[in-house]
């Protein structure tokens, strides 16, 4: 009766859940991936960015006269070049994430699709499209060619284009940094990140020793 009596408690059972947490916190290539909608979201917006770029700037240049070369020229180098930014830093994103040369969360949360890279190009990009539409519209509607011949009109019509374009753009970075923005303070108010050991059977392990003795649940 003295040893049943002297028997350890029953150990309980740790939380799963936490665990597998815990232990995808130590997979630093894992970390890119978080978030799946917002780098979505964010990915394919920067493809029809430089989709439309592209194409718009392509189409200015292929349809450059000579009455009209200077402003079409213009605006379609900068779309061009607007297109190659963007798809710049896709590239250096995605050359990085393959390389695997960053291990600070911090540094990944910055380059990673829809981290603050993306908001600080979208923002770029949209600055650049609204100069060139305004400069557009400012052009046209000083022309002192009587009679507003075509070549105001499509320098005018393409300017509106620019501007609601460039307006759009706007709208959508403000919206997404504020959602991004309520959605980290809910987070780190209703589920805060400070679980670093647990406890069983009144022993403490460090998470590292736990995540590693249990990353074969993953």
């Known amino acids: 009766m003295s040893s049943i009596d002297e028997l350890p408690p029953p150990r309980a059972s740790p939380n799963q859940e936490e665990i597998q947490s815990e232990a995808l916190e130590e997979h630093t290539e894992l970390w890119w991936s978080r978030e799946p909608v917002k780098s979505l979201l964010c990915y394919c917006f920067s493809v029809l960015l430089i ?18 070369g200077e402003w079409r020229m213009g605006v379609g180098a900068a779309l061009c070049i607007l297109a190659l930014l963007v798809l710049l830093k896709q590239l250096l994103s995605s050359a990085i994430q393959d390389m695997q040369c960053l291990s600070r969360w911090e540094h990944i949360n910055v380059l990673k699709s829809g981290g603050m890279s993306d908001t600080l190009v979208f923002l770029i990009s949209c600055i650049i499209i609204l100069t060139c539409g305004v400069v557009l519209l400012v052009l046209s509607v000083s022309g002192e060619t009587p009679g507003f011949p075509p070549i105001l009109v499509t320098m005018h019509t393409v300017g509106v284009a620019l501007v609601v374009v460039g307006s759009i753009i706007l709208v959508g970075i403000l919206i997404f940094t504020l959602l991004v923005f309520c959605k980290s303070c809910v987070s780190s108010r209703f589920h ?9 059977s009144g022993q403490l392990h ?8 249990l990353a074969n649940l993953i």
């Not at 400070?194 to 069983?200: H, K, L, P, Q, T």
């Open 206 to 213: 460090q998470r590292q020793n736990t995540t590693s003795s």
């Open 192 to 200: 805060p990140r400070n679980i670093g050991v647990f406890s069983i």
């Open 51 to 68: 989709l439309a770029c592209g194409i718009g700037g392509i189409v200015l240049l292929s349809t450059t006269t000579s009455r009209s």
